[in-house]
């Protein structure tokens, strides 16, 4: 049973019930804050959904939870990619990937396959690995204490440590792992047909278990001989983590039952590769600062130290008309183009506003349709006088999306950059 609602809805699905397994399953708190998911008193299950999008597959029925800004699960795939560096556009024609409506997770699962087909056709990276064995000849170097210690007196067993040029590496134990993966739980049997094949290949070249995935992940540096693998680790990442690193589902029992993406993230995410994007095409010498802490704005003067931070998403600086110009741009992913400013967001830009902002400003960047025309508030003191503003500015995700797939994808990131420095495209 398919059981689909919008991210932040609530509804109640009447007839379908838990199994014994899916109580169980849910009972550990895994899915606390992303999906409340509660048999109801008067019969049927109770779902509601927060900011995360994606999929929950238990025993008795299949929770999707949708994009409630985009068009589907294909979207948010494109918003991913282009988030964590790629180019928003992907390997197959949108017609293969939207047959025979797969979920977002099956979505994943296809781009780490043909990522994973792609390495093995074009060789995967190779690299020298110290090995120490106990070997009938001398290769590389002979350990001399360890053959004391273990082989003293003989010449048929060599105590040797020695450089083989070995697949058995972290780029390729990563896609192995997200492959058999995919093997194991995607949907269509025809994935998984490709998926075994893959992982089968990648698995004698790299046997070694992938381990702690965080650690991996942290460990990998790309140069010029791994820059290819960049776009299969992060889709393998994906699939893994159930979503994201900072996600729950990487070790756990809902690993290959929960895929999950938190849209507030990804929004912020999105926003920010847009604004560095059109910072880097615009001429103005503008710089882009992503997560940037403030420790200084927020002064505990009995302690006479930093009393917290003040992190807004985005601090576009530099000189603007020979003057010296900052401005803090927050991501919200609120539908603000249909209702006001809450209060409490309105209190953090103001905040940011007369801390960072040179002049006082600040801006909110949202989710809206092509009609929105964002708000404009002030902040007058006691005579009235203006202290600083704060403006909202609403982008089409679509056809943000649309752009970056065709001819001319910087016109995206040019188009926001213009409406948040309130500058004509």
């Given at each position: 049973m398919r059981l689909s609602l919008s991210e932040h809805g609530s509804r109640v699905f009447p007839g379908a019930c838990l199994t014994?397994?899916?109580?169980?399953?849910?009972?550990?708190?895994?899915?606390?804050?992303?999906?409340?998911?509660?048999?109801?008193?008067?019969?049927?299950?109770?779902?509601?959904?927060?900011?995360?999008?994606?999929?929950?597959?238990?025993?008795?029925?299949?929770?999707?939870?949708?994009?409630?800004?985009?068009?589907?699960?294909?979207?948010?795939?494109?918003?991913?990619?282009?988030?964590?560096?790629?180019?928003?556009?992907?390997?197959?024609?949108?017609?293969?990937?939207?047959?025979?409506?797969?979920?977002?997770?099956?979505?994943?699962?296809?781009?780490?396959?043909?990522?994973?087909?792609?390495?093995?056709?074009?060789?995967?990276?190779?690299?020298?690995?110290?090995?120490?064995?106990?070997?009938?000849?001398?290769?590389?170097?002979?350990?001399?204490?360890?053959?004391?210690?273990?082989?003293?007196?003989?010449?048929?067993?060599?105590?040797?440590?020695?450089?083989?040029?070995?697949?058995?590496?972290p780029d390729n134990r990563l896609c192995a792992a997200a492959l058999e993966r995919v093997a194991r739980t995607a949907r269509p049997d025809g994935l998984r047909a490709r998926a075994r094949r893959a992982a089968a290949q990648f698995a004698a070249l790299a046997p070694t278990p992938l381990g702690d995935l965080r650690a991996v992940v942290a460990g990998l540096e790309y140069h010029r001989h791994n820059a290819h693998y960049r776009s299969a680790h992060r889709w393998a990442e994906l699939l893994l983590s159930g979503g994201g690193l900072d996600g729950l589902f990487g070790a756990g029992p809902l690993a290959s039952r929960a895929f999950l993406v938190d849209m507030n993230g990804l929004f912020e995410d999105f926003v920010t590769r847009l604004l560095q994007e059109g910072a880097a095409g615009s001429g103005l010498g503008l710089r882009v600062d992503a997560q940037a802490r403030h420790r200084r704005v927020l002064f505990d003067e009995r302690a006479r130290s930093p009393y917290s931070e003040v992190r807004p998403d985005v601090l576009i600086l530099g000189e603007r008309d020979g003057r010296p110009f900052r401005l803090p741009v927050d991501a919200k992913y609120k539908l603000y183009d249909r209702k006001k400013l809450s209060t409490a967001d309105l209190y953090q830009a103001f905040l940011y506003a007369h801390a960072l902002g040179t002049p006082a400003a600040c801006v909110l960047v949202h989710p809206g349709g092509p009609e929105a025309t964002g708000a404009r508030v002030a902040v007058r003191d006691w005579d009235g006088a203006t202290s600083a503003r704060v403006r909202s500015v609403a982008v089409d995700l679509r056809w943000l999306l649309g752009r970056l797939a065709g001819p001319e994808p910087s016109g995206a990131a040019a188009r926001v950059w213009a409406d948040v420095l309130d500058q004509p495209p």
């Open positions: 014994p397994a899916d109580r169980r399953l849910l009972a550990d708190g895994a899915l606390d804050g992303m999906l409340r998911v509660r048999e109801s008193a008067g019969g049927g299950l109770e779902v509601e959904a927060t900011a995360y999008v994606g999929v929950v597959r238990l025993e008795a029925c299949e929770i999707r939870v949708l994009p409630k800004y985009l068009g589907g699960g294909l979207d948010v795939l494109r918003m991913l990619d282009y988030a964590a560096g790629g180019t928003g556009r992907l390997l197959s024609s949108e017609q293969d990937l939207t047959a025979g409506d797969p979920d977002l997770r099956d979505l994943v699962a296809l781009m780490v396959t043909e990522h994973g087909e792609r390495l093995l056709r074009h060789g995967v990276r190779r690299d020298y690995l110290t090995r120490e064995d106990d070997l009938p000849v001398v290769r590389g170097r002979l350990l001399a204490d360890r053959q004391i210690l273990r082989h003293h007196g003989r010449l048929d067993r060599l105590a040797c440590r020695f450089d083989e040029h070995d697949a058995d590496v």
